[in-house]
């Protein structure tokens, strides 16, 4: 019987832990630069905080934990026999496992609130938990990395984001990163001249296909969903959605003019793009696109997604948005907050494509000192402790070779693990440093090797 | 209805998140300089992989996660009417929240034996749960600092953990911390001599108290606890147990002499004592203390426990030991183990009660740039991206003042944010820039404020 672990969910070994904390670390040195503090809430909610919240089908995959000690005592035994799962959950637990950071956040900030100095810039990074169906890419247990800014409602913080995103990718080393943008009041816009806000949906998703399918296909597409011609006819400049970042602006700009909620849409978008182009990025690419429809429930302002470079196929590695009324569940009003997040396995797999890892410094010993001599231990030992104390990782293979097989065992050991300098003998407080990859053996003093390894 | 979290669980705020970091990454530091790896299991087991290993209080206190979807279907009626809430839940729930860092390290060595090399050393740093009564200083959802080697029965091993602990408790600057030491094996050996092992707890329980209660009072205790006047004779020596370490070899080395293993048990202190003699602590003592006898279930040799410096009263802050046969549960037989733990709780209260989180940086901007003119905003961002490329943490104040008291909320943030450095206004390319402590003002550029703040 090999054990085993749930699905959904992950050992990570000493290298995928090293990887992934450059990324985390990565993201939280920007965060920082930025101006944003950590927070971090615990990993279960009281159920009556995350129910609800999510929708329907969110409510079904929150994982729920089960009451202590006698749980069932308390059930009234009527409803226990109607196996109503649903209904019996209620009275057996009275916590769950968060679903996201965003919830717990807005929580947060209500129980808070007289404590927290606005505008409040927090991060966090915590892993979350879903019972979906695990898939490639998609796990039950996994890392959020969430900034958001809250009590604001300055663009110059969407501004920032931009920059945000350019900083993290820049520093990973992840170039040609795409940051795409839009504005719910444009699509708002959009389906007040469109005339019929239901269809907004079905809209941009049969533009989003223009590259694919051409100009007709989509026009056909929009009608067959019920989209009229007249009204089709009023975006026209939508199907000629090329050139640059201004001259879409410009285009919707002419187009949106006879609604007020899409011209504000354009005058938001065109400070944050303008000002971008003032301020230059990295290497990312800032690009407006009408037909980012992410978190039309909630985000009332800006839309923020980035795709991976072109090279690798794999959808967005981040997203983000402005919503008006984020605390409102929880009884504080008028909030408004705008925010990002980093898709840390997304981005895990991008850099392992374009291997990006290569740079990750491993969690290995640098200086390995053999064990063949039980009479030379303490003197390896002592200088183990003065490698350590100047910084330099190393250690002594533990158990004594006492025959040529354990001999093997430890240059073993130093071959899978990798390790660049080993230690063999000592002779007259001088140590015999091999150096594994060009083979080369001398005999140094713990001086000369501290100076080398280093 | 102000919104709440679980009882005995925690938000921290950016302060309290910082000070944890700072504990953290110096544990983390001294891990891998003394050759540790890290590695990360999943925040739920199979509840087959946790049921059972900590015994029956231990199996009551595990948290354990409902099934998702129609869990009750499955159940059969007549357990459910019967309402024994220990069958129902081992239908109505598979998986479990981990409940320590032990169990799931043995399961990850037992799954990964044919990928690791061994010895293995491994640190892993990860939240635990217990559904234990909250009380002060104890959490149902906490973190625990686990370094264990298995697959070697080198007494240098416990050596290193022994420099271990010196080196993170000498980096935090907590200085005079205790660590005991002792061994299962010694305890066997007195068990042998006062020919009573099931006396071997109340024996150690009443020496204990020697400091305080006197040699009479605890010999009266050990007789009332059936101890006989002959066996405490025979360990007479223990009653002066005092003077150095080697002193109280000897004394052991004598007093054992007719127990193989007690005799084992001197050995193998000796060979950790003198060595540590030899290598030297920075800050910490190691002390033989024979009456610890902490996790006497499992532990199979050295034993070991941290005391806080004197002058903080709380319990201890650290503890591990060997163990011979950690992964025999899930089948891998005959791997010897040791490992330590620090307890982050315990070391957050010491290091805030002896006013060591003074030197921890917090997560605020250095500098804050004031947003009282709309035409400077973006002169100031683009001094802001490049004191950030300078790797200094800065932001402007989101929120444009378009009113006295507006301005005055401004000064106010930078007051109860505790920000050092702050610029004011722009003039000719030159940056108005205040000292908050000095209240000094001057026209800087953006070169020279970068020099001073670095």
Redesign the interface.
Known sequence: ??????KG??????TE??RR?FIFNTIKHSF???????????????SS?LMGKYGEEGD??I????N??????K?D?AL??E???NK??TQ????A?RYDLTVPFA??V???QN?I?F?F??YQIQ?V?R?DKPQKGRFR?FYQCDAD?VG???L??E??FV?LYD?VFSKLNVQGTTIKINNRKILSGIAEVIGAKDKLIDFTVALDKLDKIGKDGVVAEMISKGISEEAIQKVQPLFEFTGSNNDKLNALADMLITSEEGTKGVEELRFVIE?IQ??ELQTATLELDVTLARGLNYYTGAIFEVSAPKEVKIGSIGGGGRYDDLTGI??LKDVSGVGISFGLDRIYLVMEELGLFEAVEL???KVLFL?FEENE??VK??AI?EL?TN??????????ASSNNQQKKQWK?VD??GIDFVITDVDNGQFKFKDTKTREEKLLTIKEIIKIVQ
Chains 1, 2 share one sequence.
């Open positions: 019987m090999k054990p085993g672990i749930p969910t992950r050992d990570f070994s000493s832990v090293a904390n920082e630069l930025f101006g944003f503090q950590p927070i971090e809430t615990p990993s279960f909610e009281n905080t079904r995959l994982f729920k934990i089960l202590s000690g006698d749980y069932l005592t059930v035994d226990l026999s196996k109503d799962s019996v959950t057996i637990s009275e916590k496992l929580r947060y209500v129980q808070h404590e100095t505008p810039k927090r892993p938990w019972a247990e800014v604001s409602t300055s110059w913080q501004v920032e920059q900083s000002n003032e301020l929880f009884g969690p290995k010993p064990n231990s303490l030992m002592k402790a350590r910084g330099i990782k190393s250690e002594l293979y533990p158990d004594l050991y899978k693990r």
